[in-house]
């Protein structure tokens, strides 16, 4: 069975960049369309980034567009969010999941993904 760990959360300050990493033991992702969420306090899990199976279609939830990207490399089993110009509202957990809809019909919700990682917490100082 797939399992996923996120690696590369941590503390930063306004405006400086992470890199989440989520790599999948127990079989091959190659097949799976896979997405970043993240929940903060106080509100519901949000879908912020998808990739399609060979990364040709990405989409991006309006509050990161433009700062954040995410990638795949299939031969080594994981996936990335390179997260710059980080805002103090980018604070939260950040979940990576896997076997999602469809990306190029949009991120899709929670309930669309069947497997997940345990979270990374990401702070953002002011």
């Known amino acids: 069975q797939l399992q996923l760990v996120e690696s590369g959360g941590g503390l930063v300050q306004s405006g400086g960049s992470l890199r989440l990493s989520c790599s999948a033991t127990?079989?091959?992702?190659?097949?799976?369309?896979l997405g970043w969420f993240r929940q903060v306090p106080g509100k519901e899990r949000e879908g912020i980034s998808c990739?399609?199976?060979?990364?040709?279609?990405?989409n991006y939830a309006e509050s990161v567009k433009g700062r954040f990207t995410i990638s795949r490399d299939n031969a080594k089993n994981t996936w990335y969010l390179q997260m710059n110009s980080l805002k103090p509202e980018d604070t939260g957990i950040y979940f990576c999941?896997?076997?999602?809809?469809?990306?190029?019909?949009?991120?899709?919700?929670?309930?669309?993904?069947?497997?997940w990682g345990q979270g990374v917490r990401v702070t953002v100082s002011p």
């Open positions: 999941a896997a076997d999602g809809p469809l990306c190029s019909l949009g991120i899709g919700s929670v309930s669309d993904y069947m497997i």
């Open positions: 127990g079989g091959t992702l190659e097949k799976y369309f």
């Open positions: 990739i399609s199976t060979r990364g040709g279609s990405v």
